[in-house]
């Protein structure tokens, strides 16, 4: 079902707000930056178009750093099977997604940092195949999974995946040339 509402949001235009996502949106924000305030003032606030499912294309130095998208976790198809593999250098493959991916994000140049991070309210996987391979994890940061390091320029396609299949939650993946302070344990 998540792939077919994915699909009807990527071509519309921003007359989305009738399921209001923003609002939607909205309260994951608040939720994920851990204040109430934000997501009562939010609420009272008029509901603006979120696009979910968005593919983005970062060159050096992109701005707005960091860049942000959104999505829904979650599938029927096990992310081992679209990996090829159930174990990749920054973790395993674990979790359900669909089989065409949630983002495609297009490097125009090798990046010698990047970072790409889901943050959402449940505990979600990841799964990126691009230039060179396929990279998965499940908890980079507590719940949250993540990968960064060096990527090089090319056309990466993410998943962002759900325990049990069928199980959709809400996301916000974070892309930023920024360093970490602390980053987990896992690197691409």
Request: hydrophobic letters at 35%.
């Amino acid at each position: 079902m998540k792939q077919q509402r994915g699909k009807n949001f990527v071509g519309m235009s921003s007359g989305v707000t009738s399921i209001n996502l923003a609002a939607y949106f909205a309260n994951l924000t608040a939720i994920l930056a851990g204040g109430l305030f934000i997501g009562a003032l939010a609420q009272a606030l008029p509901a603006q178009s979120q696009q979910i499912f968005e593919n983005v294309r970062l060159g050096p130095k992109f701005s707005p750093d960091p860049v942000t998208i959104r999505g829904i976790s979650g599938g029927a198809v096990p992310a081992r099977n679209i990996a090829g593999r159930a174990q990749t250098p920054t973790g395993p493959c674990m979790g359900f997604v669909d089989q065409a991916p949630d983002h495609t994000v297009v490097l125009t140049t090798f990046f010698n940092y990047l970072s790409l991070q889901v943050n959402s309210p449940e505990d979600t996987t990841l799964l990126i195949s691009g230039p060179g391979g396929s990279w998965c994890n499940d908890d980079y940061q507590g719940k949250n999974p993540g990968v960064a390091g060096q990527w090089l320029a090319g056309t990466y396609r993410v998943w962002v995946g759900s325990y049990d299949t069928n199980n959709y939650h809400p996301y916000i993946i974070r892309i930023t040339e920024a360093p970490l302070l602390n980053p987990g344990p896992y690197r691409r």
